[in-house]
């Protein structure tokens, strides 16, 4: 059958839209709109001491100032603690606009509405606002040292102590035939998708309603948010998200005080309002992620294999938290990956810093924790003298262990069992695809040359599509055009492809009538949003349930027509016809033309349900029970979270003289269970490894001691071009997951998680130093190289460079 | 991230050009707008008037002569870059022009960022400013008083600053041709192809009549506040080019420069890579110098 579509590389419908300049992204939209520009406090922590517009006033074009003072009822309250954990002791969150004091550089502190972006940011420059600096708390170190505090009622700047543990740690540690312990940083990065956030807001006075505009992951929880914050009904209220031009979490957050300032202002001034957010504002005032100490002891016996692990994680999450404890908790329980760890016990302090605050970053945790685990895997393999593949082996779960129960409690409040996986499957195809076991032949080649060389793996298991729910509509319309919604929202990952071959394939027509709508509150009020690889589990299935659900009617309506029975009946082509007769067919437009019995015949193609045309008297025209229309919404909502995994391996090349460090080759093996659209699966592991190689040698946000960041532009932040990212081998595997009817599991996140990781490994493997931070540049692998302190691995002796490095 | 108001003039002959800079007080050229635009989105520039040089004739011209390479201030990296006659001649006679520019940015940067801009610009981590420096070169300065020359030394005062006050349009920079027995070499350590330099280094290997090393120059990007020519003759005066000590050179290099750390590199780091590309360009300079001897 041409329609049965699932599993095929269909080229993604939304590309040519998108890379020809044709989509509608939201600076796209409302060009006669009001423009606003912010005042952001230029002070890690300060009070507010004054705000003086007057010199502003008399910019020509200016139409609105607001500070804190004029913000009313729950606008003037604290921005929304979005997922509250009874764990997060003192949650702590800002307001819309600064009200007394600021927790980091580039918190609004003023709004100024005028007749165009220029004009806002002219008057925005003329506002003088005046502070009284206080003691700044930059990076994880000074938080727990807490000479300074972040908030004044956080005397320790702790804002929360997240604890798992899976049985008695200590005397398992004493047991231990071999303990190791020690202490690593991983630093932070940041989404930085190429559109900022942006919102655009129009109030219609004489409806009373508001549609906004919103480039975010989750319109329909925006939609709830500002009804609330704005206290207007909720059916007085429009979220749409338009095209988005990335977002890799920074736009699950939300409200944004932008997403609830920008309605405010089009409703009191009774004008579209837009604000486009630019490159320095989204470095400043968005979110970034990833920055943890990690102290860890592991014990093992003499096969390497590991008998009690105990972690303690510091976690920086910025001046709020606003998305609660969601990454600390996921790197708490993804942590353990792959592994069988008898006994396993975390703590998490997360902690404040008057930096920019903390959200999930696509991986959410996940880089950091398996940065954890598979660091810990090297240092097992090194203190032995075994294949830090053999280690990892010799401690995988087994593919007969499944359903795997972990006994930890994941960010979704429901237990981390692993519903499938064939962990070992992945390590030997990986092993296979990178030539794990020639590296001495490339070692000795790069040496030939002049070059040292090292290679590093890393594995993860990644929970992904986590509920609580998402639904879906399909509907058929006379016209043979399927109509598919869903609530959850697009970033530009394929979803209009995906869903497509969903619904062509359940409901047997050709994919170019179907027509796929996504995160517009108008036409799916409920969802959750895009984020936690959910988006094809979750919406995935739910429009697949819908499509089933229309099948099922479309059947019955057809049978009917065709006085068979329903089980005789298949749908190919668009057309019901009875199996094996030929002819005896019935298109789904006429299908759906009958599904609505008519009074008036508005074109041709009605006439065929109108009164008199349709003729059993005994029945009603809508049977009690029925529903006119060959539509149908349905939801998935799942038990728990499914676990994906992978396997990634690099190998660098490393020039001893200059330190530049070089990705020469990288393998993936990918496990998403069944694989919808293997193109667009691939294209998510591509870009994920981009933003990986990004997170291991080149991302950092360079905040200074008085928590300025330093390196706030595209040209000091330095995102990998093309140019840096190296060629990738993938591999598939594909493990089912027995949770959804689809099998499928979450792929969007997966390529990001272990390159810190994998990439850590090989720079150690080809320098034989420990590399206990990252990322890590040139220049620190320099000063690494000449600290005769520096702790040198066992496997150092296979290093050619002996001597010193020239200081 | 919008610019502050400006007022902007399109002259269309420099004599325009001169008289609203002189007219207008705090007026800047704008050139091909790679560095000023970016300045002025971020209000770190605010000048009150730009003056538009694009429509300004006789400036885009690359003329080469046995002498040297004259740039004129509207000709594009890229016109040093591109499979043309012009950028050919100029290739010859100055082969670190073009090695150097390759290094410059990305193509739709060098698309319409200039030569004389970068110069004028006065970026120490510019490629074009080093070359300036090693090649001994000048430019030409139109003032509403008249033309006159600057050599590069009169020129570069600080970072991102020159010695041209009042109003003045550079309308070209010379660069002397490579002397006779002469090779040169240009080589750079970048975080990501086509960014900024971490360090680069630009060489000038000079034979004597027997093929020993006779003069050495380098100049280096990224490393300090102007540019700078270091002599490291010494280090290697009088050696056959395979038996040259590239080594002590690149070392004799790390003793004369003065870098500076940033959030990309400490000066430490800088330092070795003064060291190490030294000595690798010294090497395939002076291959190219012996190369340029025989011939
Ligand atoms: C992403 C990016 C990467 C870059 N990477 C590099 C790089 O690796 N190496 C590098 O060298 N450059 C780099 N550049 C800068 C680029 O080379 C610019 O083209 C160059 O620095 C300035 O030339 P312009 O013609 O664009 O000058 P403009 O931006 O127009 O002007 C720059 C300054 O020079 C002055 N000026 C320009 N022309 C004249 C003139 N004829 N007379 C008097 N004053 C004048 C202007 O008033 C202004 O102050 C990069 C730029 C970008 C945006």
Redesign the interface.
Known sequence: MTTKLFGEPVRRREDARLITGKGRYLDDLGAGALAAAFVRSPHAHARVTDVDVEAALDVEGLVAIYTYEDLTGPMAEPMPVLIPHPQLHAPRTGYALANGVVHHVGEPVVMVVATDRYVAEDAADRIAVSYEELPVVVGVDAAREARATVHDDVPDNVAARHHQETGDVEPALAAAPHTLSFTQYIERSACMPLEGKGVHARWDADDGSLRVHSSTQASTSVRAAIAAKLELSLDRVEVIAPDVGGGFGVKIVHPWPEELLVPMAAIRLGREVKWAEDRREHFISSAHERQQRQEITVGFDDDGRITALDVHVWHDNGAYTPYGIIVPIITATQLVGPYAIPVYRVVVESVYTNTVIVTPYRGAGRPQGCYAMERTMDRIADALGLDRAEVRRRNLITPDQFPYDHRLTFQDGRPVIYDSGDYPGLLDKLVALVGWDEAGALRADAQARGKLLGIGMALYVEGTGPGPYEGGHVQVLGSGKVLVSTGLTSQGQGHETVFAQIVASELGVPIDDVEVHTGDTRRFGYAVGTFASRAAVMSGNAVALAARGVREKALRIAADVLEADPADLEIDEGQVQVKGTPGASIPLRTVAVLSNPLRYAFDQAAQQATQFVTHDDSKPPVAPGDAPGLEHRDYYSPIRSTFASGAHAAVVEIDPRTWEIDVVRYAVVHDCGNVVNPMIVEGQVQGGVAQGVGGALYERMAYDGDGQLQNASFMDFLMPYASEVPDIAIDHQETPSPLNPLGIKGAGEAGVIPGTAAIASAIEDAVGRRITSMPISPTELYDLMRDETAERTAGSQQVPLQTGVPA | ?????FRYADPRSLEEALDVLTAEHGAKVLAGGQSLIPLLA??LAAPATLVDINRVPGLDTVETTGDGVRVGALVRHDGLLRDSPDATAAARVQPLLARATANVAHPAIRNRGTTVGSIAHADPSGEMTAVLALTGGSVTVATPEGRSTVGWQDLFVGPLETSLAGPAVVVDAFFPALPARSGTAFAE?S??????A?CGAGVVVTLDEDRRVAAVRASYLSVGLVPEVHDLTEAVAGKPVDGADWAAAGALARTLVDPDGD????A??RR??VG?LTERTLAEAAAEALERTAA
């Open positions: 991230m919008k610019p502050a108001p971020m209000r350590i975080r990501r192809k086509g960014d900024y971490v959030i990309h590199a400490s430490d780091y070795l890579l190490v």
